[in-house]
């Protein structure tokens, strides 16, 4: 192996030459933090490295609303689905915090979404893998000899601008994505009072001292924005107005029978489907991960209720099936320009901030462009993804070189694929693939709900056969 960060030699003199590793992930998000927590734990010497462009960790610092829980249970953490003895758990975090019996009373699964983002905090100060202020550039196949690795890969620090090169046999990509502003507003984006959520923190100051504001969206970080500022209303007297292009303000499903989308088992399930089937069913299950959860839904209404005593009119709009279409500057302020799809009717909406809660977008990563030739795609211009994770494709110079992906399988996998508590199985079927044995447990019966026929009928009395009996009549 190269001797890790020594000068490279040759015409390459600006290049740090940082060795060969058996794999190597770009970013550095809960998904490829869990990866290398995990791979650190393992007993098999699996030589790790992963590299962020950030000079230092950061999980949804705009949306870091101080009395907001995460989504899911704390043991949704980085390692404890597949590894719950792993020095990296929620539980050891708060043990080297001194908060073990802080945490013991305060007695519930969701946890504040702040100690949440420390926890990802200390895991990555923590595991020795991670490298920051290393923005991949470029990710080629090697064409030298097969011991050198199958990828050749540079990466750039963003201050210094000076390149380090990293060789490796696989590759797991998790960028993670991008917040999604509507194209006709993207030339406002930059501005201090039109922005997404994603900025929310950083330009609520901003918002606050505006005579109107506007949120556009109605999934669970566009509620909590509109909570947020709800509750700060009466100390800065705005007008809030609240749209969303969907048919309401819907809850997320959050029944313990719903959540056994998010297993394994469906995964697998969704993964066998054909694909026009899968992008249906996607199309169909949006409140299984896009609305908002009930106890935020309960705290807005509740919140109005409080306001409307007296007689009382709270100085809010909430309005469902708009479109926002175009966006106009005006002194001051913007004017938006909707459409009510139900009734088909146009309206303008003269307000003086704008925030966008309208989702995330997942670009394609410029630098797998050199691979683009060596990748397969569906017909829709998606990457095809392997059951266990992996780009399909021909990559390097041999049997090595694959590239698995982390949360960029939602068309092939199913709703689970963002979902943190399905992290630890997706990054236990990727190690076991970079092992080639199991390592951590691959679960595979872990709900009461059968997705799959054949799995009903193993246990229960069913026909396949549905041919009518000789002596049955209508």
């Not at 980085?78 to 539980?91: E, G, K, Q």
């Not at 918002?207 to 909570?227: K, M, N, P, R, W």
Request: with cysteine.
């Amino acid at each position: 192996m190269t001797e890790r960060d020594g000068s490279a030699t040759g015409g390459d003199c600006d290049v740090v030459d940082c060795g060969r590793y058996d794999v190597l992930g770009v970013g550095l998000g809960p998904f490829n933090l869990g990866l290398s927590a995990l791979l650190d734990g393992a007993d098999d010497a699996i030589d790790a490295v992963f590299l962020e462009r950030e000079p230092e960790f950061a999980w949804h610092e705009g949306m870091l609303i101080e009395g907001v829980t995460l989504e899911v249970p704390f043991l949704a953490d980085l390692v404890t689905m597949a590894d719950p003895t792993n020095p990296y758990s929620f539980l050891n975090y708060l043990r080297e915090r001194d908060r073990i019996y802080e945490f013991y009373f305060y007695e519930t699964f969701q946890i504040p979404r702040r100690e949440y983002d420390d926890y990802l905090r200390w895991v990555a100060e923590t595991v020795p893998a991670t490298q920051f202020s290393r923005a991949v550039t470029n990710v080629e196949a090697n064409t030298e000899t097969a011991a050198d690795g199958a990828f050749v890969v540079d990466a750039v620090d963003p201050e210094t601008g000076r390149t380090y090169r990293y060789r490796a046999d696989d590759l797991v990509v998790g960028i993670g994505s991008r917040p999604a502003v509507p194209e006709f507003a993207r030339e406002f984006a930059g501005e201090a009072d039109l922005f997404h959520t994603a900025r929310y923190l950083e330009g609520r100051e901003t918002a606050l001292d505006a005579d109107s504001i506007t949120v556009v969206g109605s999934g669970q970080s566009a509620a909590e924005v509109v909570l947020d500022l709800l509750e700060r209303q009466s100390a800065h007297d705005y007008r809030l107005d609240w749209l969303t292009r969907s048919d309401g303000f819907f809850p997320m499903e959050y029944s313990k029978l719903g959540l056994q989308h998010f297993t394994p088992e469906y995964t697998r399930y969704f993964y066998d489907l054909p694909q026009s089937r899968k992008d249906e069913l996607l199309a169909e299950q949006d409140l299984l991960y896009k609305g908002i959860d009930v106890e935020t839904s309960a705290q807005i209404y509740d919140t109005l209720y409080e306001r409307s005593i007296g007689d009382r009119e709270p100085d809010f709009g909430m309005l469902a099936t708009t479109a926002v279409t175009d966006i106009e500057r005006r002194e001051g302020g913007y004017r938006l320009e909707c459409e009510h799809r139900q009734q088909e009717r146009p309206f303008a909406l003269e307000t003086d901030a704008v925030i966008f809660g309208t989702g995330y977008q997942r670009p394609s990563p410029a630098f797998l462009e050199p691979l683009a030739d060596r990748l397969a795609f569906d017909d829709r211009g998606r990457p095809r993804v392997t059951e266990d994770y992996r780009l399909e494709g021909e990559f390097g110079t041999g049997d090595d070189g694959r590239i698995f992906v982390q949360n960029a399988e939602l068309h092939t996998h199913g709703v689970g694929t963002p979902d943190l508590g399905l992290g630890c199985y997706r990054n236990a079927v990727i190690i076991s693939q970079l092992a080639d044995r199991e390592v951590y447990p691959v679960d595979r019966d872990t709900v009461y709900q059968d997705f799959d026929l054949e799995q009903f009928a193993d246990h229960a009395p069913v026909r396949t056969d549905t041919t009518q009996s000789p002596d049955r009549t209508d």
